[in-house]
């Protein structure tokens, strides 16, 4: 993505997941929920902000919002080799299924477009999201792939 540089991405530039407009900006759309500034309102915004984190190499992010009994080292290491190997170029919402500001869960259905090694990739998957120790007000996470494709 042009402009998301070594010293990180510029803020003005269009954000990665496209933010619902073509218009959207990093710092208006997904930066804030990086920063930890504001929380993400449903499910398809946490996945939305979860692509983005991919694209831009957001490690603690991605971390932080799905849960796993994998050892914390172990996930970060893989984490960032996905982040290198691959280079998310666009994202389609396919489908949502719950997930709003007063659901416990919710899926999204997208499409994940990358190149990688100079080949163009795209990755189809239905992910399930759930509040976080199932409350009303717990913070969406990222649960599971519930279906899978490139």
Known sequence: MAG????????????????????ASYARCCRPLH???RAAA???????????AFA???????????????PMPARRRSLEASCRKLRWVGLEIVATEAGGPHDLEGTVTFLAHY???????????CSRFGRE?????GAWLY??????SE
């Open 42 to 52: 449903t499910a398809e915004q946490l996945m939305r902000s979860r692509y983005s």
């Open 4 to 23: 998301f540089g070594a010293k990180g991405p510029d803020p003005q530039q269009r954000c990665p997941c496209g933010g619902g407009s073509e218009a």
């Open 56 to 70: 831009l190499a957001e490690i603690e992010y991605l971390l932080r919002t799905q849960p796993s009994e994998e």
């Open 115 to 125: 190149s990688a090694a100079g080949k163009r990739g795209t990755l189809r998957e």
């Open 143 to 148: 649960l599971e792939a519930i279906e899978l």
């Open 133 to 137: 120790a199932g409350r009303p007000d």
């Open 35 to 37: 920063r930890q500034e």
